[in-house]
């Protein structure tokens, strides 16, 4: 199960914004139980007093860290030797590590050789080697979309007509629809049928940063449906739906 998973949550805080942490945990507590939070910053900066509550909402440890030497990085640092402290003490079953830097390349392909799951997070402006490096990546604006939706549902009818930001979501391409297709073929049975839930698992793996939510849906059967590309069947075992999908003839 998920939840007997231990992830040790591991954020820069010189790389990521406070706003939404709290939808960021709750993500988190999805993939398993975080035991380990901690997040690193030279927190005598004054840009950084907004996290104050937030680390104590969240139960998050703040890590100081002093930035020795003018253009480079010692969080960065800091944070990568606190995550092989971890890694060898075998608390953790899984890292959660929380940046858009792609400095952290290096140390999620070094988690992931121990036998880690990793789960990157990150904005859109993480670079490609950091998300290919992990298990799965999310964008925070996905998180922060949500938790405008969220809001936006509970208000009443005059505060949703001035609608909060919405965010772009990305299109659906060709090569997205090939990446379905080809996935859906790779796991088909001699009738051209595919687990769905097989299907997600193998997109994960080809792609780290693959979430239906991406692209405006929050599951990925309404995702595969709106491409009307793919024949979708749904069993009904007892209190599970099945639901199978196949290429188009």
């Known amino acids: 199960m998920e939840s007997d998973i231990k992830l040790a949550v591991l954020i820069d805080g010189d790389n990521i914004p406070s706003a939404h942490v709290k939808e960021m945990m709750e993500e988190i507590a999805k993939y398993g139980n975080p035991t380990i939070k901690r997040i690193y910053a030279d927190w005598t900066k004054p840009t950084l007093s907004k996290w104050k509550n937030v680390l104590l909402e969240n139960a998050i440890t703040p890590i100081q860290q002093y ?6 990085n010692a969080t960065d640092s800091a944070m990568i030797i606190d995550a092989m402290d971890v890694l060898y003490s075998e608390k953790v079953n899984g890292f959660c590590l929380v940046s858009s830097d792609s400095d952290f390349t290096r140390l999620a392909t070094r988690l992931r050789e121990a036998g880690m799951k990793v789960i990157g997070i990150g904005e859109k402006k993480t670079p490609a080697p950091f998300i290919a ?13 949500q938790s405008d939706d969220a809001t936006e549902s509970e208000s009443s009818d005059a505060a949703k007509s001035k609608s909060s930001k919405k965010i772009d979501v990305d299109k659906i391409t060709p090569n997205v629809i090939k990446l379905i297709s ?31 939510r991406n692209y405006g849906f929050l599951k990925l059967t309404p995702l595969i449906k709106s491409i009307g590309r793919f024949e979708i069947d749904e069993i009904q075992k007892g209190k599970l739906k099945l639901i199978y999908v196949r290429n188009k003839k």
Do not use: M
């Open 67 to 72: 930035g020795y030497t003018t253009g480079k």
């Open 133 to 145: 490096a992990c298990d799965k990546f999310i964008y925070i604006e996905i998180l922060r979309q």
């Open 182 to 212: 080809t996935t859906v073929s790779d796991l088909a049975d001699e009738d051209g049928w595919a687990f769905l839930g097989d299907v997600g698992n193998l997109l994960q793996k080809k792609q780290p940063n693959f979430d239906s």
